[in-house]
């Protein structure tokens, strides 16, 4: 028999994910009930488990998800061969990646605290190949003498920092478009491992 | 009479703000109850409500005297007049301040959802007050020449998030100590606002 477009079971799993992302986000991972997430899709609780083993897997999935789409993008965009130009595109990409998707970022960083011991060591060593990323970019520019750097793995935890940071104030339709907002904070970075040591 | 050293009334206040802060760390403001707070200090819940009116005041209170001593312990510095020396004091500052409170600094950016509309405003305005601070710093720089800047607003908050960022992955006793970390981030800050854009 065909596979109905639209069957519960296919329409089910993104909304329980986008109920749960949007649930812990507003509330905390601590704070928020299978039942509540039910509710907020639309089936009974018990449905929940048809798709997920319980909540810390939910989390973990939401977590591990924003992770892996995260590190696949990375990987998809042009390699650019001078360091400067790929420290751009990191900041740029790294920017507009993060701007999309608030919640996920916010729990990203926020429901660490709430991952099982296993999945904590998961989700840190997806995000330590996202460092690690960067970290090879700056040090391939230290090694052409493009940026000097005293520490590699500081400035790239850094400059991570620096750039996630624009989620915290940033809006659609405020002062700065979002085109110049990834130009400035691109040109910081730049700047931040450019140059002679102060 | 005497006042008691060590009464009672004396030693619930702090220790009911030291259970809330580590509890709301822990699992989020929405998570956690007046009666857990109570259990932790080893009082009952009836008792709290002697020293604060409700949880979002206890949550107030803790988030507006973190920022307030920030601000004072700022004010208190010396004063340079070198803009580049001035930064320098500031990012050191920002950093050893903030490693000394990793819960209230984790509380103050992860709960400002939870906060109500009038509470969120007065929180809003003390950090506006501390940017401005850092601003004042960097368009004053900018002013002499000492630093090139496209946008000192956007500037201000990149520097804050990077500074910040710190308190995600420092540990006392691990590879670079205190003062090293101090002294490579403050001088990305100044290299991020130094030089021309590029």
Redesign the interface.
Known sequence: MARKIGSSSEITGPRIRDAALRLFA??????VSMRQIAAEVGVQAGALYLYTADKQALLFDLMQDHMTDLLCTLQALPQCSDP?AQLDQFARFHIGYHLDRPDAVFIA??EL?SLSPENFAAIESLRRRYETHLQEILSEGAAKGVFTL??AK??T??????L???T??YREGGR?SRSD?QT??A?????????P??
């Not at 040109?187 to 140059?195: K, N, T, W």
């Open positions: 507003r509330h905390g991972f601590a704070a400067a960083y926020m605290r005293s520490d500081m400035a935890l850094a400059l991570i920092a620096m996630t940071g624009v915290n104030w700065l907002v400035l904070y040109d910081m970075a730049l700047r931040a491992v450019s140059g040591p102060i």
